[in-house]
């Protein structure tokens, strides 16, 4: 049964959060490719040279500063053609520190691939699953769009547009796919998404938030925390506290108070844990800020009436919006 199916959509076994440094392998070690100048630039004593050679020189140079701001312009091109153009991803580059993803709600077949098997003993368990999070590709669209009217600046997003039947970027690609076109949709998805996190990284060092929306069918009524029990959210709540994570201005403790059923309940991390199966998927253990290079990052796994009706999706994104902007300021402004 699909919605079933879903309910078991993060099901993955879940290893120590403290042990993840080797799985991350795959998704890490991606480097700025942007060229940046020497910092010595403009502090060299002057030139000995004779007038002649030093204008020569300093044209030389000029035209030198030129070809590598070219170079530069075109590498940073290529990179977001390699990533952007890919007609599997839904991207957004944002002005915000805030990156959307949104791995499950694709519904493209990739043409050539078949519907993905599975390991022969994961088939019956549910361990292995292609069930689609039903309209949160909608749903992270209508959020990143309903925050750009709120605030007046866009956030990051990253949503997979091909179905999870073909490619499952929630998983590490030796899980994730069956198929070299597959593979590559999985790269992209994830080189797009290091680059933000590197960006983030960069523009923002008071912090940054990756919020990675999916949709469960196990309790339609209930918005589920995966944090790997607050180990993804470790540098925030480090700084701030745990009420950055279960505090009025935190997501989940602003959902709260507007009346939203959160599990758990926003009690300290761990009192009682996530539900099992639903504690924070690949994405949030690759790019939580427990790891070197990553920021704080919360998996939402909405349950069917927050996102199946059209309606009650804009609210929910209106709210989740709402819940953003409040973080921001508290959290992400200094
Ligand atoms: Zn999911």
Same mark, same amino acid.
């Given at each position: 049964?699909?919605?079933? &199916?879903?309910?078991?959509?993060?099901? &993955?076994?879940?290893?120590?959060?403290?042990?993840?440094?080797?799985?991350?392998?795959?998704?890490? #070690?991606?480097?700025?490719?942007?060229?940046?100048?020497?910092?010595?630039?403009?502090?060299?004593?002057?030139?000995?040279?004779?007038?002649?050679?030093?204008?020569?020189?300093?044209?030389?140079?000029?035209?030198?500063?030129?070809?590598?701001?070219?170079?530069?312009?075109?590498?940073?091109?290529?990179? &977001?053609?390699?990533?952007?153009?890919?007609?599997?991803?839904?991207?957004?580059? #944002?002005?915000?520190? *805030?990156?959307?993803?949104?791995?499950? #709600?694709?519904?493209? &077949?990739?043409?050539?691939?078949?519907?993905?098997? !599975?390991?022969?003993?994961?088939?019956?368990?549910?361990?292995?699953?292609?069930?689609? +999070?039903?309209?949160? /590709?909608?749903?992270?669209?209508?959020?990143?769009?309903?925050?750009?009217? *709120?605030?007046?600046?866009?956030?990051?997003?990253?949503?997979?547009?091909?179905?999870?039947?073909?490619? +499952?970027?929630?998983?590490?690609?030796?899980?994730?796919?069956?198929?070299?076109?597959?593979?590559?949709?999985?790269?992209?998805?994830? !080189?797009?998404?290091?680059?933000?996190?590197?960006?983030?990284?960069? %523009?923002?060092?008071?912090?940054?938030?990756?919020? +990675?929306?999916?949709?469960?069918?196990?309790?339609?009524?209930?918005?589920?925390?995966?944090?790997?029990?607050?180990?993804?959210?470790?540098?925030?709540?480090? %700084?701030?506290?745990?009420?950055?994570?279960?505090?009025?201005?935190?997501?989940?403790? /602003?959902?709260?108070? %507007?009346?939203?059923?959160?599990?758990?309940?926003?009690?300290?991390?761990?009192?009682?844990?996530?539900?099992? !199966?639903?504690?924070?998927?690949?994405?949030?253990?690759?790019? !939580?800020?427990?790891?070197?290079?990553?920021?704080? =990052? *919360?998996?939402?796994?909405?349950? #069917?009436? /927050?996102?199946?009706?059209? =309606?009650?999706?804009?609210?929910?994104?209106?709210?989740?919006?709402?819940?953003?902007?409040?973080?921001?300021?508290?959290?992400?402004?200094?």
């Amino acid at each position: 049964m699909k919605r079933r &199916a879903a309910a078991s959509c993060h099901r &993955a076994s879940s290893p120590s959060p403290f042990a993840q440094h080797g799985e991350r392998a795959g998704v890490r #070690g991606c480097v700025l490719r942007r060229w940046q100048p020497h910092p010595s630039s403009g502090l060299r004593p002057p030139s000995p040279l004779a007038p002649r050679r030093e204008k020569a020189r300093r044209a030389a140079s000029a035209w030198s500063v030129i070809a590598l701001a070219f170079a530069a312009l075109l590498a940073a091109s290529a990179s &977001a053609q390699t990533h952007a153009t890919n007609e599997f991803l839904h991207v957004q580059r #944002g002005e915000l520190p *805030i990156l959307i993803t949104a791995p499950h #709600g694709g519904s493209l &077949a990739i043409p050539g691939v078949p519907r993905r098997v !599975g390991p022969e003993g994961e088939r019956t368990s549910g361990k292995f699953v292609t069930g689609q +999070d039903v309209r949160t /590709f909608e749903l992270a669209t209508a959020t990143a769009k309903r925050v750009e009217e *709120i605030t007046g600046k866009k956030p990051y997003l990253v949503a997979s547009k091909a179905h999870r039947q073909y490619v +499952d970027p929630n998983r590490p690609e030796k899980e994730a796919v069956e198929h070299p076109k597959a593979a590559a949709v999985h790269a992209a998805f994830h !080189g797009q998404v290091r680059e933000f996190v590197d960006e983030l990284r960069k %523009k923002f060092p008071q912090g940054a938030l990756l919020l +990675d929306i999916h949709g469960q069918a196990s309790f339609p009524d209930t918005l589920i925390r995966g944090t790997q029990n607050g180990t993804t959210v470790m540098r925030v709540v480090e %700084k701030h506290g745990v009420a950055a994570l279960t505090g009025e201005a935190s997501i989940l403790g /602003f959902m709260a108070g %507007k009346g939203v059923k959160v599990e758990p309940p926003n009690t300290p991390p761990g009192t009682p844990p996530e539900p099992r !199966g639903f504690s924070g998927g690949w994405i949030v253990r690759s790019y !939580g800020s427990h790891t070197t290079n990553g920021v704080d =990052a *919360i998996q939402l796994e909405f349950g #069917g009436s /927050f996102r199946t009706d059209a =309606a009650k999706r804009e609210e929910t994104a209106k709210l989740l919006a709402e819940a953003i902007k409040a973080y921001a300021k508290k959290y992400l402004a200094k």
